[in-house]
């Protein structure tokens, strides 16, 4: 190799290089990565706290809603039971409004006949005779006293004794209405 050696040139030292133009410095790029890894790591920090709360949050929530379905349950179960309660004491009335009905159109009919009311007819009647010391056949034998002036024979319509107090389903449609069905 040959040199040429002007003796005007300046002289290059190598222990400084210029940097080539529009050539980022290493320094200033591991800085801006250092510095977007930094901010990426502090938003992946930040949504996993706010995310971490919005699951205990949920989890406060799911136990609350199941406290308020098993309360559902207890008050539609005692409203079911008030309910069942209310229907009894309703049949039971209508029973003896019907029973008080059948009376009075039976006592009507009867004053339409001319004769006197069931409740007025029995306490008209006599007393009876007591059989006290008898026997059965001495008691069989004693004649009946007819009733008042007609002898027709008096219908009276028996209440139906309460029976056992029904049940009732309570039925819930879709649409919001609420339907009882009677179970026995």
């Known amino acids: 190799m040959t040199m040429i050696s002007e003796p005007e040139i300046p002289a290059i030292e190598l222990g400084e290089r210029e940097k080539a133009p529009g050539r980022p410095n290493r320094a200033v790029t591991i800085g801006v990565v250092a ?37 559902e349950q207890r008050i539609g179960a005692r409203i079911d039971t008030v309910n069942n309660g209310f229907q009894s004491r309703f ?17 009507i009919a009867r004053l339409e006949q001319g004769q006197p009311p069931a409740a007025d007819a029995e306490m008209q009647r006599a007393p009876e005779p ?8 001495e008691a069989a034998a004693v004649p009946a006293e007819p009733d008042s002036v007609d002898a027709s024979p008096t219908f009276k319509r028996k209440a139906a004794p309460p029976g056992p107090n029904p049940s009732y389903q309570r039925i819930q449609q ?6 009882y069905k009677k179970i026995n």
Not at 38 to 61: E, K, P, S
Not at 130 to 137: I, L, P, Q, R
Not at 174 to 179: E, L
């Open 35 to 71: 510095a977007g890894v930094a901010l990426v790591t502090f938003v992946n920090v930040t949504a996993a706290i706010y995310l971490y709360r919005g699951v205990n949050d949920l989890r406060a929530l799911e136990a609350r809603l199941d406290q308020l379905g098993q309360f």
């Open 174 to 179: 879709a649409d919001g209405k609420v339907y």
């Open 91 to 107: 049949e039971t009335l209508d029973r003896q409004l019907q029973a008080s009905f059948g009376r009075m159109n039976g006592d």
């Open 130 to 137: 007591g059989f006290a010391g008898t026997t059965v056949a």
